[in-house]
């Protein structure tokens, strides 16, 4: 078991998530907090994760302000479907996930896959928009720059608007997203 915390670092918010496992089942259960400011709101996201040992996403929940709420499931090979069992075509491919305002869900990709220096890996992800749970599929590549101590730095690039160097730690946790983020625990 293992808990972590971040901070928001240019608008208020954060993020503490538990991170469970059972025999060859692993699960993030966290709670995010966070502004947004066109419209000025507040939100509270709860989201449950569960993937396997090789970091593969099997089943997500999340809930947004105890109304608005999003089940997806997927067999780890790129297949989702949604609570009735239906798939949803438009995300096929995808394996990850990313929610938005989440580092967590950087390290979902990050601890799935094999990495050496200077590997280079383009996939494309499950994109949940918060506070909407909008779902769409986006591409995203991660790039291991370097290892300083027992932190490891990758660039990180999610479509074609976005791009930062971010660091993770010994278990492939986000330790600090310069532009978005940093650990508190």
Not at 27 to 33: P, R, S
Not at 43 to 72: A, M, P
Request: hydrophobic share 35%.
């Amino acid at each position: 078991m293992e808990k972590v915390m971040w901070k928001h670092v240019k608008q208020f918010g954060f993020e503490c998530c538990l991170l469970t496992s059972e025999d060859a089942e692993l699960t993030a259960q966290g709670t995010m907090i966070y502004e947004t400011t066109s419209p000025a709101q507040a939100h509270v996201v709860n989201y449950f994760i569960k993937f396997d040992e090789k970091w593969i996403t099997r089943n997500v929940e999340i809930c947004v302000d105890d109304y608005y709420k999003l089940i997806l499931s997927t067999d780890g090979e790129g297949n989702w479907f949604n609570v009735a069992g239906n798939s949803i075509q438009k995300l096929k491919g995808a394996i990850d996930i990313d929610i938005s305002n989440s580092p967590f869900s950087n390290s979902l990709p990050i601890n799935r896959l094999s990495w050496k220096l200077s590997d280079h890996y383009f996939i494309d992800v499950v994109y949940i928009s918060l506070p909407t749970l909008e779902i769409k599929k986006i591409p995203q590549s991660y790039k291991f720059l370097y290892q300083d101590g027992c932190l490891r730095y990758f660039h990180y690039q999610c479509g074609k608007r976005f791009e930062q160097t971010l660091s993770v730690d010994t278990n492939g946790l986000v330790f600090r997203s310069p532009k978005l983020f940093e650990r508190l625990l």
